[in-house]
């Protein structure tokens, strides 16, 4: 089946620092990869997407590079703010799967202090 | 611009009390799912409908039921809560159509379970 492996938490960094979240995935069919953004006490948020390999998705000074030959989607940031603090989850929907339905990694929880 | 609603957002319930988690989209979605969140382990599907009067199983859905007699709503079950299903809960929905689509989520619901 499809599963999808990030980088455990949490993540510590100084404002302005530079950040990398791993994420690797595995999957039957042809898969898009998504980025979701979890801010405390809120649901889930689309931060950014590729739908197929070698697309970059970017939003928000974020990006992500659809990687086919090392199963790879890492998120990226030149330069976090205070704000980014969050939790961020890498997820795939496969071209197999008639409900369009998601599959999480365990979640990656980013604090990022002034 | 309500998007995706979930009621009630917080409950304390005893084991073997039921309840009834209640969805609701405004966005005229063909696909609705509900996920649970635990530390550690991203989100995971229990279940989830492809249209009006469909439901099927996800990866976890041993002590749920669910009903989607409404394309605008989608209703989570406990019969007898067990201190296992303490969880965040969380609805989203999606169009039918191609796989690279985002889910909308909402805000969750927190359920404890003494």
């Known amino acids: 089946g499809d599963s999808v492996t990030q980088m455990e938490g949490p993540v510590t960094l100084s404002e302005e620092a530079c950040l990398t979240i791993?994420?690797?995935?595995?999957?039957?069919?042809?898969?898009?990869l998504f980025w979701y953004v979890q801010y405390p006490g809120e649901g889930l948020q689309l931060l950014l997407k590729?739908?197929?390999?070698?697309d970059k998705g970017s939003n928000k000074g974020f990006e992500a590079t659809y990687r086919k030959e090392t199963t790879s989607f890492h998120l990226e940031k030149g330069s976090v703010q205070v704000s980014d603090s969050a939790v961020y989850f890498c997820?795939?929907?496969?071209?197999?799967?008639?409900?369009?339905?998601?599959?999480f990694g365990g979640g990656t929880r980013l604090m990022v202090k002034p | 611009n309500a998007g995706v609603t979930q009621t009630p957002k917080f409950r304390v319930l005893k084991t073997g009390q039921s309840m009834t988690l209640l969805c609701a989209q405004d966005?005229?979605?063909?696909?609705m799912y509900w996920y649970r969140q635990d530390p550690g382990m991203g989100l995971r599907l229990i279940h989830y409908?492809?249209?009006?009067?469909?439901?099927a199983k996800g990866e976890v859905p041993d002590g749920y039921n669910v009903s989607r007699l409404k394309k605008q709503n989608f209703l989570l079950g406990l019969e007898s809560a067990a201190p296992s299903q303490t969880s965040v809960y969380f609805c989203?929905?999606?169009?039918?159509?191609?796989?690279?689509?985002?889910?909308?989520f909402g805000d969750g619901t927190r359920l404890s379970i003494l």
């Open positions: 997820a795939l929907t496969d071209t197999n799967n008639a409900g369009n339905m998601l599959t």
């Open positions: 966005m005229n979605h063909e696909y």
């Open positions: 791993n994420c690797t995935y595995t999957a039957t069919g042809y898969p898009s």
């Open positions: 989203a929905s999606n169009n039918r159509g191609p796989t690279n689509q985002p889910q909308h």
């Open positions: 590729a739908t197929k390999a070698d």
């Open positions: 409908s492809v249209g009006e009067g469909t439901t």
